[in-house]
């Protein structure tokens, strides 16, 4: 341990039932610095750790009152246990071994060298400060710029992170709204992780995606036998988040038939297998979203009013990212080291003026569409920076190209060149169409005529999602 180290003494616990190896091991240990504690046997090693927290431990195996297998199964299934080093006697490694994977750091072998015993210590305290300055750097960030895996600091984001904090801790239903791509599902995420059913499943549900005539079996499954195809009994997701969370995802995209079969497992609290006839009952906690108006989709009779009351015990509605700008950057930079993981190479950074050019957008497809966009850029960019021309154009001027002036590609043959023609013009007219509808998915599909799903499918087809 170096000068440098010692402004942080850590203590660590020598037991074992020899007082003279442990005055040999506290002598070779104290010169370098560290707290040293003693224990001599392996009911009082255990009663040490769980009182006095030792950073390690240097354990024999072989001690009286409690084994020094069994005290190792204690002192690891502790709160923050200590790294323990075994020692055992030379040519019982296998018996070390076994102990490592218990959960021991290292072991070292009577008789030892002085040197071994303090290099083994020293690579344990490594460990040590390294974890305490990771741990330090994630606190740093959940109190600076994130929460969870949501990241921002901005006023409106942190209501929503304090909104997040408060519901988590009540079992209610919570109904999260906001345009398409401002992180919903992550906000449910948050909210199960922060809850008591953390250990129970969250089961998530694409309610858009479920066609009307399978909703029964997917929601509460099926017996053997039920209709053709059910060649076994199958659990539903009602079932299947039994103790844990059930998020149910675009519920303003739900059918009518939807919609009667969810309030009516809301309002009984039992459902039977299609094709059962046992009532079963479940303990799961409702989350739904949507990017809709739901109150709107009331009005037109398009959702029932009864179900929005039983969805919507407390509302979260999530703010657009061009009310959060100050968070674009934060984002931007965190994005940039998730993709650049993701494919191992790219820049490592992003320049001022590229920073300002994405502050500067309105982001109608919000935090997905900045993710989109700075994936674009590590795969494409050059340097080891992103620079305000690697940025994709229609990302950062969704304007600028105008359909009438979309390039033709002389150098290309006919049939390559209409189809880059095309795909420029449907990138150009889509973005322009999903920007006056502020983001909203559902709302530019109805204006242009076309299915949500398919309108999503093409976006990511187009490389927009």
Same mark, same amino acid.
């Given at each position: ?13 020598i ?7 442990r ?6 240990l104290?010169?370098q610095?560290?707290?040293?504690? /003693?224990? !001599?046997?392996g009911?009082?090693?255990? @009663?040490?750790? +769980?009182?006095q927290? *030792?950073? #390690? ?33 030379y ?14 750091y290292?072991y ?10 303090r290099?083994?210590?020293?690579r ?9 300055e ?12 994130g929460?969870?895996?949501?990241v ?14 408060k ?6 239903a ?5 345009e398409?791509?401002?992180?919903? /599902?992550l !906000? ?5 992780? @922060?809850s008591? +059913?953390?250990?129970? *499943?969250? #089961? ?6 479920m ?7 997917e929601?509460?499954?099926?017996e ?13 997701k ?16 739900m059918?009518?038939g939807?919609q009667a ?5 809301l309002?009984?609290?039992t459902?039977?297998?299609?094709g ?7 303990n ?5 979203a949507t990017n809709r108006?739901?109150?709107k ?14 969805l919507k ?10 009310e959060?700008?100050e968070d ?12 650049? @993981? ?7 950074? #992003?320049?001022?003026?590229?920073v ?11 935090i997905?569409?900045?993710?989109n ?16 021309e ?5 990302i950062?001027?969704?304007g ?5 002036a ?6 290309l043959?006919?049939?390559?060149a209409?189809?880059e023609?095309v795909?420029?013009?449907e990138r150009?007219?889509?973005l322009r ?16 005529g ?7 499918q ?8």
């Open positions: 341990m170096t000068d440098n180290d010692k402004t942080e003494i850590l203590k660590v616990l037991a074992d039932d020899e007082p003279a190896s005055f040999g091991m506290k002598r070779a104290q010169k610095g560290y707290l040293i504690l /003693e224990a !001599a046997d009911r009082e090693a255990v @009663r040490i750790c +769980r009182e927290r *030792p950073e #390690i431990a240097l354990l024999d195996l072989n001690m009286p009152k409690l084994a020094g297998m069994k005290a190792l199964e204690k002192i690891v299934a502790a709160d923050n246990p200590p790294l323990v080093i075994v020692v055992t006697a040519g019982s490694e296998k018996v070390a071994v076994d102990a490592m994977k218990n959960g021991a290292d070292v072998a009577k008789p030892y060298e002085v040197d071994e015993l290099m083994a210590v020293a344990a305290a490594e460990t040590v400060m390294l974890r305490r990771a741990e330090k750097l994630r606190s740093e960030v959940r109190q600076g710029v929460f969870g895996r949501m921002g600091q901005s006023a409106a984001i942190r209501q929503v992170f304090s909104a997040i904090e519901v988590a801790a009540a079992d209610v919570v109904l999260i709204t906001g398409s791509g401002t992180g919903k /599902e !906000a449910a995420r948050e909210i199960h992780a @922060r008591r +059913r953390s250990a129970g *499943p969250l #089961i998530v549900v694409n309610s858009a995606a066609p009307e005539t399978l909703v029964e079996s929601l509460f499954g099926c053997k036998g039920a209709f053709t195809g059910a060649e076994e009994q199958r659990q539903g009602f079932e299947l988040a039994d103790g844990g969370t059930l998020f149910l995802d675009e519920i303003g995209d059918s009518a939807t079969k969810i309030l009516r497992i309002e009984e609290q459902f039977e297998r299609l059962g006839g046992a009532s079963i009952r479940v799961v906690r409702l989350i739904s108006d739901i109150r989709l009331i009005e037109t009779e398009r959702f029932r009013e009864d179900l929005y009351f039983r015990v407390v509302e979260i509605v999530l703010p657009p990212l061009r959060r700008p674009i950057p934060l984002l931007a930079e965190h994005f940039l080291g998730v993709m650049v @993981r993701k494919h191992g190479r790219g820049p490592r950074a #992003i320049t001022p003026d590229a300002k050019a994405l502050v500067a957008q309105p982001w109608p497809g919000n997905r569409q900045l993710a966009a700075i994936e674009n850029c590590v795969v494409m960019a050059s340097g080891d920076e992103v620079r305000l690697d940025l994709p154009e229609d950062v001027k969704p600028a190209a105008d359909a009438s979309i390039a033709v590609r002389h150098d043959p006919f049939r390559e209409k189809q023609f795909r420029s013009f150009t007219y889509l169409k999903l920007e006056e509808n502020d983001g909203n998915i559902s709302r530019t599909a109805e204006a242009l076309m299915q949500r799903q398919n309108l999503q093409k976006l990511r087809d187009l490389g927009t999602r």
